[in-house]
């Protein structure tokens, strides 16, 4: 009895505290619930009004505040006339891919009349994230920002700004996306680029009818701002400067990042940058601008507009136009390259290891011939494509794979994705041959062990044109060790990793005829999409998906789906 009393006081005690410690954790943490109605809505942009798709009639959408640890119970009612769903880009959404919204990946798509209810929690991020529709070309305007603050009585990693606002880049076009997108399938040609970029929605007094709804951030002499970048267009990655401020990055993709400061950002589709401005400038108004950089070939149609927001000191009100800063030339490959060498994290880290998983992924464009009796408008009558590892993802249509992988239902996908490319080449020379223009159309997985330590390289390609693109796997952060140019060599580019500070995130650019080498743990098992970000590279099947495996016991496991997930 003496033995047995000794033992259990100390376990008494111990579960008394941890009990006590998940009620005072509970009670520091808040679940928000809303309601996200997907409709139509008429808007006006460049004289122009269009029936366009919102959530709850706003555009963008609307802004979710969290902190660090609380719950969102978020009901989508779709009363569009597509199927929708909602991706909460960045979040890890651990062991919950019920949650992440990838059409026909994690989740059959939500019909119109249906509703669907996500739940998950923030759990160990903090900074800016966002959300936005994962199904054809509905992201154009449905999406909002996802801001998650520091836990209650925390505190920002550097000073604490007296406002704040989240900065959303994005396109417009004035013709309906989904339309834009079916006529770019049907040709087979690019899809035709936006009629303008926009700030929150707006392009900007550069344009017609535009100058009274300009966004604009109202701010006081001497102050701190925290301007919350987040791209959520299309097809464009961004330059972006303030005219006579400089801008000291203190974040990316939810994660600090030793702080920097520049005169210039970049920024692509998907991503998002945090960043401090002091207004230290004389009392007036100032632009915040926006164009694109256009790493494709010089021929490459885009979106050539410049988009404005103004900082106005005092609600100064005044004739004068604002002062434009300088943005880099469209084609500035030396300003990508410094700006990118600029992100590292704010003290050393743990980088994990050792690999288990050595993986080398070809990323890149391609054409496939014409079809009999069609004609095609893609480069000499063909039809563009894209691909991983020389194969060209297809989406599912009857089941998602995240419910097939966990019903074991069969014929959906398999899963003997390459760990490397099928056929080894010069990946960005400039004399390809034509028979690796054509990739394999499939519905490929690579799985991975719970627990796996990965490296993976992800290599653009010179297959017809080559242009930088912005990837993004989902359920996971990861630590970009290093980027180059031209093709990968081991022996060579190992050497230039950094092992010390990296930057931590959830969607890295490959350079235009380069590479990206990236490492993260398996720790989160699921079926999570890897895709780039460029949502016509997308749509022609620059994709494919992980397949992490349960671990050991319920807490390394997929937790079962919820029974209000969509059917297919």
Request: aromatic share 12%; hydrophobic share 40%; with cysteine.
């Amino acid at each position: 009895m003496e033995s047995n009393s000794t033992t259990t006081k100390p376990c008494f005690s111990f579960c008394l505290f941890l009990w006590f410690s998940l009620l005072v954790l509970k009670a520091n943490a808040e679940d928000h619930y809303h309601d996200f109605v997907i409709q139509a809505t008429p808007v006006k942009r460049l004289c122009h009004t269009r029936s366009t798709f919102t959530v709850n009639g706003q555009f963008p959408g609307p802004t979710v505040l969290v902190r660090n640890g609380d719950s969102l119970v978020v009901k989508v009612v779709n009363q569009a006339k597509y199927n929708i769903t909602l991706h909460w880009h960045g979040v890890r959404q651990l062991r919950n891919g019920w949650a992440d919204g990838p059409s026909y990946v994690t989740q059959c798509p939500i019909q119109p009349g249906g509703t669907y209810t996500y739940r998950f929690t923030i759990q160990g991020q903090e900074g800016t994230l966002w959300w936005h529709a994962h199904n054809s070309w509905l992201r154009a305007t449905v999406y909002g920002a996802l801001i998650i603050l520091p836990k209650e009585h925390s505190t920002y990693p550097f000073a604490t700004p007296k406002r704040e606002f989240p900065v959303i880049l994005g396109e417009w076009w004035n013709s309906n996306p989904i339309d834009v997108i079916r006529q770019a399938l049907k040709t087979g040609a690019a899809p035709n680029s936006s009629d303008a970029l926009t700030i929150n929605a707006q392009p900007g007094d550069l344009f017609k009818c535009s100058s009274p709804e300009t966004t604009v951030f109202p701010v006081g002499p001497g102050e701190t701002i925290l301007l919350r970048f987040i791209n959520a267009a299309m097809l464009t990655e961004l330059f972006v400067s303030i005219a006579d401020h400089q801008m000291t990055v203190v974040a990316v993709d939810a994660s600090y990042t030793k702080p920097f400061t520049t005169s210039v950002i970049l920024i692509g589709p998907g991503q998002t940058t945090d960043l401090l401005i002091q207004t230290n400038q004389p009392a007036g108004r100032y632009y915040i601008a926006a164009h694109a950089y256009q790493s494709g070939p010089p021929n490459t149609p885009f979106d050539n507009t410049t988009t404005t927001a103004i900082i106005t000191y005092n609600n100064q009100i005044t004739l004068a136009k604002p002062k434009l800063p300088v943005l880099p030339a469209y084609n500035d490959t030396a300003t990508v390259a410094a700006f990118t060498a600029g992100l590292k994290s704010p003290s050393p880290v743990k980088i994990p290891g050792p690999v288990n998983e050595n993986l080398f992924f070809t990323v890149g464009l391609g054409l496939f011939n014409c079809p009999p009796r069609k004609t095609c408008s893609g480069p000499n009558r063909t039809r563009f494509t894209a691909s991983m590892n020389n194969y060209s993802f297809v989406t599912p249509t009857r089941q998602s794979l995240l419910q097939a992988a966990q019903l074991g239902i069969p014929g959906v996908f398999t899963t003997d994705f390459p760990a490397s490319p099928p056929v080894k080449f010069d990946y960005t020379g400039n004399n390809i041959s034509r028979s690796l223009y054509q990739p394999i159309r499939a519905t490929k997985l690579y799985p991975l062990k719970y627990g796996s330590v990965v490296q993976l390289v992800m290599q653009g390609t010179n297959i017809y044109a080559s242009e930088q693109h912005p990837m993004h796997i989902h359920g996971y952060d990861f630590y970009v060790l290093a980027t180059g140019k031209g093709n990968f060599d081991a022996k060579k580019d190992t050497a230039k990793f950094n092992f010390v500070d990296p930057p931590l995130r959830n969607t890295i650019a490959v350079p235009v005829k380069g590479w990206a080498a990236i490492r993260f743990v398996a720790d989160n098992p699921g079926v999570w999409f890897v895709h780039c970000h460029i949502d016509s590279h997308l749509t022609w099947g620059l994709a494919m998906a992980f397949l992490v495996e349960n671990g050991v016991g319920k807490l390394q496991s997929t937790i079962p789906p919820p029974l209000d997930l969509p059917k297919c």
